[in-house]
C-alpha cells in the first residue's frame, strides 16, 4: 500500500473516532440522567405474596361462554385486572378510569361517509329507547337517547378514527351497539354481571354495556379502541397483548381525554429507568398471577412504547408494524421492515424510547405529556 492509501486511512480513522467521540459526549449529557435500568420483578413468573389479598379484592368473573372474534377476554379494574385467553365477553370493572373533560365538538374522520349497509339489530330492551346515529346504534335507558350522548359518542369515534381508520375499513359499514343504563342496578339485570363490573363488551357482537357514571366515557373510549383496533387481527394471530393495551390507553389518554389517574405517577417510574425490558414486555400474553403495581407499570410502558412508535416515523409505519405482526412476522423483523434502521432488534428500539422518554429529541415531544 502507498503513503498516500495509508494517509487515507489514518484520516477516515480519526473522522470516525471523533465522530463517536462526538456522539458519546453527546447522548450521555442526557443519558447520565438514567440511572442504571431497575427491572421490576417479572410479575407473571409466579404468585406474588399479596395475591391472595387482591384476589380477594377483585373476584375472578364467572365463566361465560362465547366464540371469539379475537379469541381474548379483557378483564380489568383500572385496565388492571388479570386477562385470560378463549372467550369474546369482556368485563369492565367499576372505577376503570375517569372522565375529567370531555369535548362534544364534532370531529370526523375523512373517508366516514359512506352509508351504513342495512343490517339486523338487536331489539331494545323494555324501558330503553333506541336511536341510529352514523355510526353507533345507541340505546338508553328512558324516553329517548339524549342529544349529548349522541354528540358525545360520535366526537368520541371522529376522533378514535383519526388513528385506527386503517385498522377498522368494517365500520364504515356496520355501526357498534352500546347501551347506557341509567344506574347499576338496571346493568346488572340487563347483563347479569357481578356488582364489581362498571361495563361489558362483546367483540365479535360489537356490543358494549354501560351504566352513567364519570367513568363511562373513559371505558368507552379505551372498549371502543380494542373492538376497531383488535378486529384487524384474527383469531389465528391476535393482536400482541402489550399492543392491544398499548394502543387502547393511547387512546383513552389521547383522543378521548379520559387519562387515568395511574399513569403519570408510573410514567415517571419508567423516565427514572424502571421497568421492564421491551423482550419480555413483549412476550407477556396474560395477566394471571400478576400484582396490581407490576401490571399498572406494565400498562404504563406498553402505552408509553405504541406512543413513541406512533409519533416515531409520520406515514404509515405503525400501520405497516401492524401488519407484518398480523401475518405472523416476528416482532423484531416487523419492527425493521416498518421503521428501518436503527430499529432492526428490540434492544436498539428500547434504547431510543427510553432516551426519547427524557429529552423527546426523536419523536418530537415528551413521552409524559399526559401529565
Known amino acids: 500500500m502507498d503513503v498516500l492509501g495509508k494517509l487515507r486511512i489514518i484520516f477516515w480513522g480519526l473522522v470516525i473516532g471523533l465522530w463517536g467521540l462526538f ?41 361465560r361462554p362465547g366464540a371469539a372474534a ?49 343490517e339486523a339489530y338487536p331489539s331494545a330492551p323494555p324501558g330503553f329507547a333506541l336511536r341510529e346515529t352514523r355510526n353507533f346504534v345507541i340505546y338508553e335507558e328512558g324516553p329517548e337517547v339524549s342529544r349529548e350522548i349522541i354528540d358525545t359518542v360520535e366526537s ?36 347479569g354481571r357481578p356488582a364489581w363490573s362498571a361495563g361489558t363488551a362483546s367483540l365479535s357482537e360489537r356490543k358494549i354495556y354501560l351504566f352513567k357514571s364519570e367513568e363511562a366515557m373513559g371505558i368507552l373510549s379505551h372498549e371502543l379502541t380494542h373492538i376497531y383496533f383488535d378486529s384487524f387481527f384474527s383469531s389465528e394471530v391476535q393482536s400482541p397483548l402489550w399492543l392491544s393495551e ?32 421491551l423482550s419480555d414486555l413483549v412476550r407477556i400474553d396474560n395477566m394471571q398471577g400478576a400484582d396490581e403495581e407490576n401490571v399498572r407499570l406494565w400498562y404504563a410502558q406498553s ?36 421503521y428501518g434502521m436503527p430499529y432492526n432488534k ?10 426519547d422518554l427524557k429529552t423527546g429529541k426523536i419523536s418530537g415531544g415528551r413521552g409524559d405529556v399526559v401529565r
Open 70 to 118: 379475537t379469541g381474548r377476554v379483557y378483564t380489568h379494574t383500572n385496565m388492571l385486572r388479570p386477562v385470560s385467553k378463549g372467550l369474546d365477553i369482556k368485563e369492565i370493572p367499576a372505577g376503570a378510569a375517569t372522565m375529567p373533560g370531555y369535548s362534544t365538538a364534532e370531529k370526523t374522520a375523512a373517508g366516514l361517509g359512506a352509508e351504513k349497509k342495512e
Open 23 to 63: 456522539m458519546y459526549q453527546y447522548i450521555s449529557e442526557d443519558m447520565a440522567l438514567v440511572p442504571k435500568i431497575r427491572l421490576s420483578k417479572n410479575p407473571f413468573s409466579s404468585p406474588p405474596p399479596d395475591f391472595k389479598v387482591l384476589k380477594k379484592q377483585f373476584p375472578p368473573a364467572p365463566a
Open 156 to 191: 368520541l369515534h371522529g376522533n378514535i378514527m383519526l388513528d385506527l381508520v386503517s385498522f377498522s375499513p368494517w365500520s364504515r359499514e356496520k355501526r357498534v351497539f352500546i347501551f347506557f343504563t341509567g344506574n347499576q342496578d338496571t346493568y346488572q339485570r340487563l347483563t
Open 246 to 277: 398499548g394502543i387502547a390507553t393511547y387512546i383513552q389518554s389521547e383522543r378521548g381525554y379520559s387519562t387515568p389517574n395511574w399513569l403519570a405517577l408510573n410514567l415517571a417510574m419508567l423516565e427514572k429507568g424502571g421497568g421492564f425490558k
Open 346 to 355: 428490540l434492544s436498539s428500539l428500547e434504547y431510543a424510547w427510553r432516551y
Open 303 to 338: 402505552y408509553s412504547v405504541v406512543r413513541f412508535l406512533i409519533k416515531l416515523k409520520a406515514g404509515d409505519a405503525f400501520y405497516q408494524f401492524c401488519k407484518r405482526l398480523k401475518g405472523g412476522m416476528p416482532t423484531h423483523r416487523a419492527l425493521y421492515q416498518a
